[in-house]
């Protein structure tokens, strides 16, 4: 990691997020390149309260939280990188698009979310990313999506 890349551990995401059990769904950003790309680390465990339901006996992390994964890591990045840490920003989901899955990601994977901003701007409420969501090198899902972050007021 070079010095201009930065990282958020679960204190700064929390700092940034609002999200929490059950819904927080990164652990971890080892990497943060500005406002243009991001990885973003989810470790996939079996007593996440969806595989009760999804589905019993085959548990299976749903595609919606793969999703929202990466959307989270877009998040943290935009967040680190404008420095909303500690500042009650919200971000809401506004289109999903090109969105394929390719593996099923089951406890005990290890879920790394690339993340690139395809458009937006500090200050700019507006932002579009790319992601691709991969368990050991293998694409489990990739996608375009629309968000509006809802910054506070100064």
């Known amino acids: ?30 990497e943060i390149d500005g406002i243009k790309s991001a990885k973003g680390i989810k470790n ?3 007593n996440e309260p969806h595989f ?11 595609g919606v939280t793969i999703v929202e994964a990466m ?17 009650d920003m919200l971000v809401y989901f ?9 593996r099923m990601v089951v406890p005990g994977d290890v879920l790394e979310m690339q993340v690139t901003t395809l458009r937006g701007k500090p200050g700019g409420k507006v932002w579009r990313f790319g992601g691709r969501a991969t368990v050991e090198g293998e694409l489990a899902c990739e996608c375009e999506f629309t968000a509006m972050m809802d910054l506070p007021k100064e």
């Open 52 to 62: 009760q339901g999804h589905f019993p006996g085959k548990p299976i992390m749903p």
């Open 94 to 102: 506004m289109a999903i698009e090109k969105c394929k899955f390719r």
């Open 1 to 30: 990691m070079t010095d201009d890349l930065l990282s958020a551990d679960i204190d700064r995401i929390q700092r940034i997020l609002p999200h929490r059990y059950p819904f927080l769904l990164v652990d971890k950003v080892v």
């Open 71 to 87: 959307a989270q890591t877009s998040a943290v990045m935009v967040g680190t990188a404008i420095g909303m840490e500690d500042r």
């Open 44 to 46: 996939v465990t079996m």
